[in-house]
């Protein structure tokens, strides 16, 4: 068992005990050379990796973990994120959010409302994830349109792909004095060379955040001032079981698990979410070598997702999100130096929001895609390309509240491709360069939404004409590596002829859909529509690592009567973004 005890203020300090044993494991595997791999973006498992991507597992996802996924990926190389209080944040890539931002689980598709609006969260934990892995720039041809911003993937080994000797376990405990967190979560694996099952849990509360500053507090029972975020408290729990049947040639394996959190939103006092999200999943892998096939791996999702917004108690809103995916992938032969793989994938999910504050309507979702990815290997490194069709179809149902909503169906078909390149200079130096064209097809509530959107305090409007968001884009990195020491560059420029932006039309309606009412008028939003322009992003990323003290570092070795293995790293990381409406000339 290895626990983990995490203390901190409004920071994270963290300290790991661990038995002998497992620090001369730990020590013995440092000594090896293996590369690491990163699956998101590399179906093929090739340790270079020609797209941007990066990873955050073991100690670095133990310091950098925060209550919300958006939280504990920011800081990293290209990554910000939303921020609707300590409850509620998503990632931002490359200035991209929202659906051009593909959150997947295990490789799969997630259903949920966290797109819809910055005050939805994620429901996702990190006490209980092994490995984040970050692509940066687009993946929609792997994953899809929505994700031409990038690829978000939580993996947490609910399904285990390799056989677990003898019973392994993980404890993570947390405290936290900003906020009053009390967490904790459990781990457990079992098996031999034919069965694994993992079971996990965790529970994580926390109390308003405290600040050094007095603010405004109108939750009933509350001082009108306070040294607190009012209503930021939240209460999360929930836990998975999953096992696997190792075979000769491959795995059949299943999970299914829980999460529940009730939490406050910050733009209202006296207004919480209560949050559930049910999911399950079937994975397996047949390692063919016969004929032209090589292997054959296929995944299948269902999520059920349902939140509710509580004012004053008093249920209001309740939005769900259910859905199935299936993901299927077959490698062929190596043919030369040619290796690469097709694929089929098919998504359906049902939106529905019902209540006085439901902006969007009941809408069913369908897609259906077949891909291919190859890679060429030369003497100087590897030529990647690949292609995307799709055929989208978008329903709207209407809603049994209001009579606003379009009722009727779009479909689209869009399509993406991709090149690749990757040289290797020398054996520190690697140069890499992607160009991307992808084509995503509207949103539900980008076609459909019609209503007041109290949270963001605007009243949105969607266009039933919308066509495919198109965009072009190029990557240009460059990374070196001696020893312990790393740095890498990236450089990249995307321009779209059809941004599908959320712009200002300077009508204002009230809440019950009056437009441009008498001035002096209470309750007044103003009004936001669903447009496709012309934009362009370009940007800088680079991150480096330089050892300071320990095996290869720049200072002496330490002292006599310190840890043999003690290292000390500089990190570095900085990055930039620009983004401009083409047709208007602002940001």
Not at 364 to 376: D, I, K, N, V
Not at 461 to 480: C, P, Q, R, V
Request: aromatic share 8%; charged share 20%; with cysteine.
């Amino acid at each position: 068992m290895h626990p983990s005890f995490r203390i901190g203020a409004i920071g994270a300090a963290i300290l790991s005990l661990a038995g002998i044993a497992h620090a001369q494991t730990a020590a013995a595997a440092a000594t090896a050379t293996l590369k690491e791999v990163t699956v998101t973006g590399n179906p093929l498992g090739a340790a270079d990796r020609v797209v941007p991507a990066e990873q955050l597992s073991g100690e670095d996802l133990t310091i950098q973990s925060r209550t919300t996924l958006g939280e504990t990926l920011d800081g990293q190389p290209g990554v910000s994120s939303t921020y609707f209080g300590p409850n509620a944040s998503r990632p931002i890539i490359r200035g991209q959010d929202g659906d051009r931002i593909r959150i997947l689980q295990n490789g799969g598709a997630t259903l949920d409302a966290s797109a819809l609006s910055f005050d939805h969260a994620v429901p996702t934990e990190a006490l209980t994830t092994e490995r984040i892995e970050v692509l940066r720039g687009p993946g929609a041809l792997l994953y899809g349109g929505s994700a031409v911003g990038g690829v978000v993937n939580v993996i947490d080994n609910r399904i285990p792909r390799e056989p677990v000797q003898g019973v392994t376990g993980k404890l993570d405990a947390g405290l936290a004095t900003g906020n009053g967190e009390r967490s904790g979560a459990a781990m457990v694996e079992a098996g031999n060379d034919r069965y694994a099952l993992h079971v996990d849990a965790f529970d994580r509360r926390t109390d308003d955040v405290r600040v050094p500053l007095q603010l405004a507090c109108e939750k009933p029972g509350s001082p009108g001032l306070a040294r607190r975020i009012c209503n930021s408290a939240s209460s999360t729990h929930g836990g998975a079981v999953g096992g696997t049947m190792f075979f000769d040639h491959g795995y059949l394996g299943a999970s299914a698990g829980t999460y529940r959190s009730n939490y406050g939103t910050v733009a209202e006092d006296d207004v919480k979410i209560g949050m559930r999200s049910n999911t399950y999943a079937v994975e397996g892998e047949w390692r063919v070598n016969a004929g032209p096939l090589q292997s054959l791996k296929a995944r299948l999702g269902h999520t059920d997702y349902q939140h509710t917004e509580f004012e004053g108690g008093v249920a209001g809103t309740t939005f769900r999100n259910n859905g199935n995916d299936l993901r299927i992938e077959a490698r062929h032969q190596p043919w030369g130096a040619l290796q690469g793989m097709i694929g089929l994938q098919a998504e359906s999910s049902r939106f529905s929001a019902e209540g006085e504050e439901a902006f969007a309507p009941a809408s069913h979702t369908r897609s259906t895609a077949l891909f291919a990815y190859e890679e060429y290997g030369t003497s100087w490194g590897k030529l990647t390309f690949g292609a995307r069709t799709e055929q989208v179809k978008v329903q709207s149902f209407g809603s049994p509240d209001v009579d606003r909503f379009f009722v009727g169906s779009r479909d689209f078909n869009p399509h993406s491709a991709a090149l690749g390149a990757l040289v290797n200079l020398t054996p520190q130096w690697q140069l890499t360069s992607n160009l991307a064209y992808t084509q995503r097809a509207p949103k539900d509530y980008e076609l459909f939404a019609n209503g007041p959107h109290v949270a963001t305090a605007a009243w949105e409007t969607g266009d039933t004409s919308l066509g495919l968001e198109k965009s072009t884009g190029i990557d240009l990195g460059a990374a070196w590596k001696g020893g312990p020491h790393k740095f890498s560059v990236n450089a990249y420029a995307t321009r779209f002829s059809n941004y599908i932006g959320l712009t200002p039309t300077g009508d204002v309606l009230t809440e019950q859909g009056e437009r441009n009412p008498p001035s002096g008028t209470d309750d007044t939003l103003p009004e936001y529509r669903y447009q496709g322009v012309r934009a362009r992003f370009y940007g800088l990323e680079a991150s480096g690592t330089v050892r300071l003290l320990g095996a290869g570092g720049v200072a002496a070795a330490p002292a006599q009567g310190a840890a043999a293995g003690s290292t000390l790293d500089l990190r570095l990381r900085g990055d930039l973004v620009r983004a401009t409406n083409s047709d208007t000339g602002q940001p």
